[in-house]
């Protein structure tokens, strides 16, 4: 059965930082375009960054770029951001998804086809 677990998450203090990983179980996630979505209370889940299978990525939140960086490690089978500079504002849960069948990025939810149960940042002092 196909799996993504996230971690990673936790409580840090504004300017800190913190790295989540998504690893994959029953799948090569390499062959898979795998993105990184957000989603605080009463928002929609956005799109932070995708990750192709040549390792090129997309980032499609201004408010994130220059701050978080996504980046994958074929061997060890995972995906991770890199989040740097973290705001309050950055606090929600975030989930890792992939698209299964496709070589293409997206920033849509409903491009998915597998997401993990999310893991929760907050971001305070």
């Known amino acids: 059965q196909l799996q993504l677990v996230e971690s990673g998450g936790g409580l840090v203090q504004p300017g800190g930082s913190l790295r989540l990983s998504c690893a994959a179980r029953?799948?090569?996630?390499?062959?898979?375009?795998i993105g990184w979505f957000r989603q605080a209370p009463g928002k929609e889940r956005e799109g932070i960054s995708c990750i192709r299978s040549s390792g090129s990525s997309t980032n499609y939140a201004d408010s994130m770029k220059g701050r978080f960086t996504i980046s994958r490690d074929n061997a060890e089978n995972t995906v991770y951001l890199q989040m740097n500079s973290l705001k309050p504002e950055d606090s929600a849960v975030y989930y890792c998804?992939?698209?299964?069948?496709?070589?293409?990025?997206?920033?849509?939810?409903?491009?998915?086809?597998?997401w993990g149960q999310g893991t929760q940042v907050t971001v305070s002092s």
């Open positions: 029953g799948f090569t996630l390499s062959n898979y375009v």
């Open positions: 998804a992939a698209i299964e069948g496709s070589y293409v990025c997206s920033g849509y939810v409903n491009a998915y086809h597998y």
